[in-house]
């Protein structure tokens, strides 16, 4: 059974808008290693559209080894969109999800292969609510936003979980925080 990993980048005061946070060489790397030990990526269309900035960067690198690193990694694997309003994806290892997220991820987790990872915060909220994430890795960066997107706004019910590891990325004084539910 795979596992569902969800992973995002949030401020101290619990935001996670990717134009105000740190993204260096490091967070890059740690990033990178997580998606070579994916096998399917799942995203909203707003991020979704956010990351098909790495595209380019594939045929046409930067430069700085982290960065292409990367965008080589992100454009490998295999991506599934939910939206109400997308009606193709360009991306060549993107396809739309063609069920409700809730059928399509509990597939998604019986079949074999890698794990399963949510970078989304719509997606996020949504599997939170359906109780099917199984590891939570939330990377606390050393910002207060002040304002943005609340990362667990619309949450339904309580949900419990077990520390199971940290990791502080020295260059920026970001922690990310390993967590797993504890089951009901």
């Known amino acids: 059974m795979r596992k569902v990993i969800a992973a995002i980048n949030m401020s101290l005061d619990g935001f996670c808008d990717h134009t105000t946070l740190i993204a260096d060489e490091e967070i890059h790397d740690h ?87 949510v970078g989304s915060r719509s997606i996020i909220v949504s599997l939170l609510n359906l109780h099917l994430i199984d590891e939570l890795q939330l990377c606390i960066q050393p910002i207060i936003a002040g304002k943005g997107l609340a990362l667990f706004e619309n949450i339904h019910d309580r949900n419990e979980f077990k520390l199971i590891k940290t990791k502080v990325l020295n260059s920026s004084g970001s922690m990310i925080l390993y967590y797993e539910p504890l089951k009901k």
Do not use: H
């Open 31 to 117: 990033y990178t290693k997580l998606l070579s030990n994916a096998g399917t990526l799942l995203y909203g269309r707003i991020t979704y559209q956010l990351m098909e900035y790495w595209q380019p960067f594939v045929k046409n690198p930067s430069g700085e080894k982290s960065f292409d690193d990367f965008a080589v990694i992100i454009d490998k694997v295999p991506k599934i969109v939910f939206s109400r309003t997308l009606k193709k994806v360009e991306w060549e290892t993107a396809t739309l999800a063609t069920k409700d997220i809730k059928d399509e991820v509990s597939e998604l987790k019986q079949q074999a292969g890698k794990d399963i990872l």
